[in-house]
Structures are given as structure tokens and as C-alpha cells.
């Protein structure tokens, strides 16, 4: 595996489940982040990890719990979500948070709240 | 905060032909990135270009260039001889240079969805 990757890629769930979304990055880098995708609005950013510890929270629900045990994977814990959270989750790493570093996202997991 | 506007929710080039995506973005900080990334349908976003804000030179990456006007706030993105693989959505985005909470943040635009004509 290359670059970012995520599991799953599609991932249904009801409102009283819980679930959780991986993210694995093999480039080395430091930093690594949770965006989320809605329709029509631009993308988010949710959380960001700096050398495993949590710089930012962008005002995120508690509903949304991540984990980051190592530079190289990031988790997003889902519980007790509403409709509105169905969106498409993308997760990213860069080598630094520093502004010019690049930041290189995963492929996505689709999420559908039932 | 800043903010970050495109203004076209879909474009059409034909292929071959030139086409330019518009953004601007609204910031009260004097140095700063600018980036257009590219998420085809496959859904992995990729960056195609990347412009410091201290830089007066247009950044260039093969067929794409940008056209950064920083009074004006501007950064438009231009494709040359469009290919039918350039098909996508792209997205302006902003981050600061400046160091500390809330500056992590890439600030993206709503994307404008482009499409290529054989």
C-alpha cells in the first residue's frame, strides 16, 4: 500500500451503532487529519494530530471521538451519529502542520446515517 | 477567518482548449499558501498547485498556472490543452503561515466541478 489509505470506503449505519473508521498513511509524515466532505459546502476540517497528540479540534461534536496511537494511523470513533453527519470523511497527513507543507488525503469513506 | 469563494459551480472546456477556474479568498494575513487540489471522481484529492503568497512569480506545474493577483485576492487556476483525464472537481484552498491554534487549517473553496468534451 501506498500514499493514504482508508477502510472502509462505504460504511452504513444506524443512529444508536458504533463504528469506527481507520486511516493509514506510509509516507513517513508527522501530522495527520480528519476532514469532513458534505454536499454542496466546502470541505471541514475536524481534527488535526501532531506527533500523536491532538492540536485541533474544530469544534467537533462529541459523538465524534478520534485516535491517533502512532504517526502512522488516525481513527475516527463514531457513536450514537445523526443523519446529518452522512457525508463523505477524508482523512490526510503532511510531513509538518506547518503551512507549506502539502497535505495528502486518502480516498474517502462514504458514510450513510440510517 | 478567512474565507475562500469560487464563484463557478461548473465549467466546460473542450478538449484541448484553455479553461480558467476563478477563486478568491478573503484574509487579513500578509503571508499565507494558496493551492488548487483536484479530486476526480474516484474521490482521492490531489494537489496540482501550490503558490506562496510572498511570491510575486505565477506558480506553474506543466499544463496548469495560476494567475495570483494578491492585492485583488485573487488565484485563478488555468488549463492548457485539456485532457479528458483532467475531469474533476477543483477546489481552491488557503492555509496561513503563521504558527499556533487555528492556523492548521486548510480553508477550502465549494469546488468547481469541471468537465472535459471530447
Known amino acids: 500500500e501506498t500514499g493514504v489509505t482508508q477502510t472502509p470506503r462505504h460504511l452504513v449505519m444506524g443512529m444508536t451503532n458504533k463504528k469506527s473508521l481507520k486511516c493509514e498513511q506510509h509516507?513517513?509524515?508527522?501530522?495527520m487529519y480528519w476532514y469532513k466532505q458534505s454536499a454542496k459546502k466546502p470541505l471541514e476540517l475536524m481534527f488535526v494530530y501532531n506527533f500523536k497528540e491532538q492540536t485541533e479540534n474544530n469544534s467537533v461534536p462529541s459523538r465524534f471521538s478520534p485516535e491517533c496511537p502512532n504517526s502512522s494511523h488516525l481513527f475516527l470513533h463514531l457513536h450514537t451519529l445523526q443523519p446529518e453527519d452522512s457525508a463523505l470523511y477524508l482523512c490526510?497527513?503532511?510531513?509538518?502542520?506547518?503551512?507549506?507543507?502539502?497535505?495528502?488525503f486518502g480516498p474517502g469513506t462514504r458514510l450513510t446515517v440510517t | 477567518a478567512q474565507t475562500v469563494t469560487q464563484s463557478q459551480p461548473e465549467m466546460s472546456v473542450q478538449e484541448a482548449e484553455t479553461v480558467t477556474l476563478s477563486c478568491t479568498y478573503d484574509?487579513?494575513?500578509?503571508?499565507?499558501?494558496l493551492f488548487w487540489y483536484k479530486q476526480p471522481p474516484s474521490r482521492q484529492m490531489i494537489l496540482v498547485i501550490r503558490q506562496e503568497a510572498y511570491k510575486q512569480q505565477n506558480a506553474t506545474e506543466n499544463r496548469f498556472s495560476v494567475n495570483f493577483q494578491k492585492a485583488a485576492k485573487s488565484f485563478s487556476l488555468k488549463i492548457s490543452d485539456s485532457q479528458l483525464g483532467d475531469a474533476a472537481m477543483y477546489f481552491c484552498a488557503y492555509r496561513s503561515a503563521y504558527s499556533g491554534a487555528g492556523s492548521y487549517q486548510l480553508t477550502f473553496g465549494k469546488g468547481t466541478k469541471l468537465s472535459v468534451i471530447p
Open positions: 509516507l513517513g509524515h508527522n501530522a
Open positions: 490526510a497527513s503532511s510531513v509538518g502542520t506547518q503551512g507549506f507543507y502539502e497535505q495528502y
Open positions: 484574509t487579513s494575513e500578509s503571508d499565507y499558501y
